[in-house]
């Protein structure tokens, strides 16, 4: 069984050695993605951790859909937060973004850890496991 590499102009291309979706036996991992523009490659939202999520969290869409896949296919959100005060901004964000995304109301798992994250302005990265089969 082989893996398949899942890449998107509609999301930010991989700024290290990483792809931004992998593929294999049914399951779909979305890599940690954060608030860049993938129309400017810029990062957006500075100090705003409801637009970073926002943001973040269409990349995902977006490397899920070139995928064949969707919000609907996912299993489990792993949030990365860079303070503990953010967590109410991030989760008022997600669940707009969640209803909006997942209309059958089945809600995929989630976990949310406080980090030092690798860019100064970025307050808030999300990975995902989608299942494809």
Same mark, same amino acid.
């Given at each position: 069984?082989?893996k398949?590499? @899942?890449r998107?102009?509609?999301?930010?291309?991989?700024?290290?050695?990483? +792809?931004?979706? @992998?593929?294999?036996?049914?399951?779909?991992?979305? /890599?940690?993605?954060?608030?860049?523009?993938?129309?400017?490659?810029? =990062?957006?939202?500075?100090g705003?951790?409801?637009?970073?999520?926002?943001r973040?969290?269409?990349n995902?869409?977006a490397?899920l $859909?070139?995928?064949? +896949? +969707?919000? $609907?296919?996912?299993?489990? *959100?792993r949030? =990365?937060?860079?303070?503990r005060?953010?967590?109410?901004e #991030?989760?008022?964000? =997600?669940?707009?973004?969640? $209803?909006?995304?997942?209309? /059958?109301?089945?809600?995929?798992s989630?976990?949310t850890? *406080?980090?030092?994250?690798?860019?100064?302005v #970025?307050?808030?990265e999300?990975?995902?496991?989608?299942?494809?089969?």
């Amino acid at each position: 069984m082989s893996k398949e590499i @899942v890449r998107t102009d509609n999301a930010p291309a991989p700024a290290h050695t990483f +792809s931004q979706g @992998v593929k294999k036996g049914g399951l779909f991992q979305v /890599s940690g993605q954060g608030p860049m523009d993938p129309a400017t490659n810029q =990062y957006i939202g500075e100090g705003d951790v409801k637009v970073q999520t926002l943001r973040t969290l269409e990349n995902i869409k977006a490397i899920l $859909e070139a995928g064949g +896949s +969707s919000v $609907e296919d996912v299993m489990m *959100f792993r949030v =990365y937060l860079t303070k503990r005060e953010h967590f109410s901004e #991030m989760n008022d964000a =997600y669940a707009e973004f969640i $209803e909006a995304n997942v209309p /059958s109301g089945q809600l995929p798992s989630r976990t949310t850890v *406080f980090v030092d994250l690798p860019h100064e302005v #970025m307050l808030v990265e999300i990975d995902a496991l989608a299942v494809t089969a």
